[in-house]
Every structure is written in C-alpha cells, then in structure tokens.
C-alpha cells in the first residue's frame, strides 16, 4: 500500500504531491501498508483522497498545537450552527481573534456571529472584514465598538448578506459612519441600535453626527429597535416609516411627543400592520388622557392598523377611559 501511495503521489500535480492523502480499498477498507496486496488475493482497486484539513492540522502546519479553547469553540459551532463568544469564561483576550481565525482558515461558513461584550481588538477587526461576508445574523452589543471601528467595517468592497444586526449599548456617536454601515446591508430585516449616544435627526449642529431616513433606505427593514436613543428629530424617520415595510417599532424611552405620534399615525392609516413598543416614553405616558383623545379621532369601524404597546400602569388606565382600546393596544 505504501508502494501504491508513492505511485499515485508522483503522478498528482506538483502543486498537491506535498498534500496528505488518504489511501484505501474501493469498498471502503484500510489495508496496512506493510501487507503485500497481491497477498490478498483478489483483484483490487485502490483510491487516493487528499484529506480534508481539520483545524488542528492547519494550526500544527503553523509550526504550533492546536489549542483546546479554540477547537471547543469550533466544535460547538459545528453543533449549534452559532459562532457565538459572547459566553467565554476564559478571560483571554487573544481567544476572540483565534478562533475567528480558524474559523476563516477552515472555510467554515458562519452565518450567525456574536460578539456581545467582547473586545474589538484590531485582531479581531481585521478577522471581521472577512468573515462579516458571509455573516447574515450579527449580534455586537456591550462590546465598546466604536466609530472607527465602525467605519473600517463599513469599507468592505461588496454588500454585507446581513439580515439581522445588534449593534446596541456601544460607543457610537457618529451617525454618518452608522448610515454608511447599514448602507452595505441591503438585506437586512431587523436592526436594533438601542441606548446610543446618536442623535436621529437633521437638527443637529454636526452633521456626521446624525442619522437621516431616507424613503429609499432599507427597504427589507421588518423591525427597528431605538429604545433610549436620542430622538431629536422625526420628520425624516416618520416619512421614512410611512413607506410601510416596518412592522415592528420599539421607541421605548424616547422623548417621542403625542404630536409626533399624531402624525406617525396618520402617515401610516393606509399602510399594513404595524406594532409600536412605547413603555417609558415619558411625554406619551405622562398623560393617558390626552392619549386616548387623540388616538379616538382616528378609530372607525374601520380596521385599525397599528397596535401600540405601553407599560402596564399607562395600558390599565387607558382601558378605563374607553370601550375601544382593544382597537389600538396589544393583548
């Protein structure tokens, strides 16, 4: 057999003659490489593999072993599907970038990645230029992300198949290097950029500062979450919403006014359903009155579109001021 590998390897292309290879029987047996084959007796028929590497092959032709750390990681992504180091107890900082690495180094396919309260080292930013192509669940919260982190990742050459993206409780304050983000994402569906310091609007005094709605911006956008975020303006965000793909808002702790929510509900009358979270948000919850006055005159018989969701003190006072608050308020 081992005759038969040196056969078959000097007739490979220069380029895999240095490859492993896997030599074996055509019905699937290993023959020991020190038994003549014409011992056995019958015709033969003899197949050569090039082996698939396996991350610790790869690490060990870098000259080291593989770590175990990191191979546990790889191996619970192989189970579950998730690249997920949010929940590494090891505490070394270097074990983020490794494993990102590897997984890069074995083609391994992540689709879903999350970096919840990781560092975001240059390492691991240079490993995320790369695998954030193929990523189409990215989760990055707690993690101290900063603006020019942000915008290294934003200069990818082709458009990210991200479909959903958390970049919540961040260091961002940049809303242009934000937009210029979500810009590479044309797929995505569900963001959430909760509890930034980002102002949402054209009323700021910077204008790299804000995040402008454009109607032809993220047109795939099913749920958007801003819960704390600093809504200054909402002229642009309310036009951008009366398009009608978003079906899921959540401006909870936002100082969103019952004006504003006046016009947000007219803009959306002729568009399909929409669910909208507002728990803490103060000039909303401060008067449930003036709520239930302003939300009567556009209740009909009709079919209302939206659903609001508020917490539960505001929502118990409302369904005593009036009959027809199943009409506007989730269950």
Known sequence: MA?????????????????SLNVRLGDGREADAEIPLVS???????????????????????GGAAREDVMECLSNFDKTGELDLSSSESGDEALVELVLNAAIDTKRNVASLCLDGCDITDG????????????????????????????????????????SIDLSHNE??????????????????????????????QESLDYEAFVYWMSTWLPNLRELSMVGCQLTEFDS????????????????????TLDHLRTLVEARMMCPPIVIRL???????????????????????????IRFHFSARFANA?????AFSSNFLCS
């Open 279 to 305: 728990p803490r948000a103060r000039a909303i919850e401060r008067d449930p009155q003036a709520f239930v006055d302003m939300i009567l005159a556009f209740v009909s018989e009709r079919t209302f579109p």
């Open 3 to 19: 005759n038969a590998e040196e056969r078959m390897r000097s007739e490979l292309p220069q380029a895999h003659q240095a490859k």
């Open 318 to 322: 409302v369904r005593t001021m009036t």
């Open 124 to 163: 691991v930013l240079s490993s995320l230029t790369i695998i954030l192509q193929n990523v189409t669940k990215f989760s990055c919260r707690y993690a101290g992300l900063n603006d020019e982190q942000l915008s290294t990742l934003s200069k990818t050459s082709l458009p990210l198949n991200i479909t």
């Open 237 to 256: 965000l309310i036009e951008w919403i009366s398009m009608g793909c978003v079906q899921r808002l959540d401006l909870s702790g936002t100082e969103i």
């Open 172 to 201: 961002l304050t940049s809303g242009f290097t934000l937009s210029s983000m979500l810009s590479r994402c044309h797929q995505v569906s569900e963001l959430r950029i909760c509890d930034l310091d980002i102002e949402m609007g």
């Open 40 to 62: 056995l007796g019958e015709p033969l028929v003899i197949v050569c593999r090039l082996r698939k590497p396996t991350a610790e092959v790869l690490y060990k032709s870098r």
